[in-house]
């Protein structure tokens, strides 16, 4: 019979050895549950192909389910847990965030919690060419799908600044919208603080006229050389108090704010009375007829030099400017030899009262700024 001690002895060493057992049982079994996870956390996950997806504004439930709706995340009950689970450990790392994504093909569960807290959402982009109407901006904003909420029923004319304009997936169209009036706004202040204030004094005398103006310069040349000179022709007009005689005011009431007419414009048309209709009224019209763009701005403020006072399409794309009447008409007839002008259309030469020729609007909407005629486009009485 062994002694009492020698009992507790072996007792105890039958423990221990029980212990470290059950302590290599656990660490194996840690080892191969921490080997799971990780396998769970960097395996490739089920997104076929990259995608731009939008995750929702909502709690972990809704963001975690619509990532394995989507196909993002395995749906599996353990690589669920699994993600919820280092989601949870790693929280310190920063929240998850909405909006819309590109998820690489086959995104592990790690990267797609990378994107959730330090991706780059998506940006959409919208262009505002030069000489658009606020009909056609406001158009294009609504049928941006990218965009979400409604606008005003109208825009100011030239409000808008003409740029690109880049934003997140569900941004408002409201807060778009004045996001870009506020841009117009800093261009116009800047642009009349700059502006040559010797060649403007007495003729352009607010920042709404100098606007309006360049609205005119914008809807009149695509030719960024010919901006100067055509506003120099304004000014020179003004000033002899001479009526602008632009036909883009004409198409644009005419065409109810479009700023195109579907056919030629007619010597009719020319009669039609409207607040831009520079041939019946004198002076700077009240309200722009197109968003000019920061060149036209700075045509309008920084004039070229010269005494002209009439211009008209040469008929390659250009203008031919003129100081007097008569050099006018040699234009004039220069483009008509180019020509095949119908009946119906404003004459292609200058008529007995002195009068220059009309032009012809354009045939089509145009995408991008364009020439806003393409015939003789000025046509002042003689001094």
Do not use: C
């Not at 009149?220 to 506003?231: C, D, G, L, S, V």
């Not at 005689?245 to 009719?268: F, N």
């Amino acid at each position: 019979m062994l002694p009492r001690h020698s009992r507790w002895v072996r007792v105890l060493k039958t423990i221990v050895v029980s212990l470290l057992g059950l302590v290599a049982l656990a660490a194996i079994a840690l080892g191969v549950g921490y080997q799971l996870v990780q396998d769970s956390f960097l395996r490739p996950g089920p997104l076929p192909a990259a995608r731009a997806l939008v995750v929702p504004k909502g709690n972990y439930d809704q963001v975690i389910g619509s990532l394995e709706q989507q196909g993002v995340l395995s749906s599996k009950r353990f690589d669920d847990a699994v993600f919820r689970f280092l989601m949870a450990r790693t929280r310190s790392q920063g929240p998850l965030r909405a909006g819309e994504y590109l998820f690489p093909a086959h995104a592990s569960a790690q990267k797609v919690l990378d994107i959730l807290r330090h991706g780059k959402p998506i940006l959409h982009r919208l262009t505002i060419p030069e000489g658009w109407t606020s009909r056609r901006i406001r158009a294009a904003m609504m049928d941006d799908s990218a965009l979400s909420g409604t606008l005003p029923p109208t825009i100011a004319e030239g409000s808008v600044q003409p740029q690109t304009y880049s934003f997140e997936r569900g941004m408002n169209r409201t807060a778009l919208l004045h996001l870009m009036q506020r841009q117009m706004k800093r261009r116009l202040a800047t642009t009349w603080q700059n502006r040559d204030q010797g060649a403007l004094a007495g003729l352009v005398t607010t920042p709404q006229q100098l606007l309006v103006l360049a609205s005119l310069v914008e809807r009149e040349t695509a030719t960024p050389a010919e901006r100067p000179k055509i506003a120099r022709v304004f000014l020179n007009r003004l000033k002899l108090d001479m009526p602008l005689q632009t036909d883009p005011g004409t198409i644009y009431d005419l065409s109810g704010g479009v700023g195109t007419l579907p056919r030629p414009l007619t010597r009719a048309d020319l009669k039609v009375p409207g607040p831009h209709n520079t041939y019946l009224n004198h002076g700077i019209p009240e309200s722009p007829i197109s968003a000019p763009g920061r060149a036209a701005l700075e045509a309008v403020a920084h004039p070229a030099q010269g005494d002209w006072l009439y211009f008209v399409a040469s008929g390659q794309g250009g203008h031919n400017f003129a100081t007097t009447l008569s050099d006018h008409n040699h234009n004039v007839q220069h483009w008509h030899s180019s020509q095949n002008p119908t009946p119906d259309r404003a004459p292609a030469q200058a008529t007995p009262s002195g009068q220059a020729p009309q032009a012809a609007a354009p045939t089509a909407p145009q995408t991008a700024p364009q020439p806003a005629t393409t015939a003789p486009s000025t046509g002042p009485a003689a001094p």
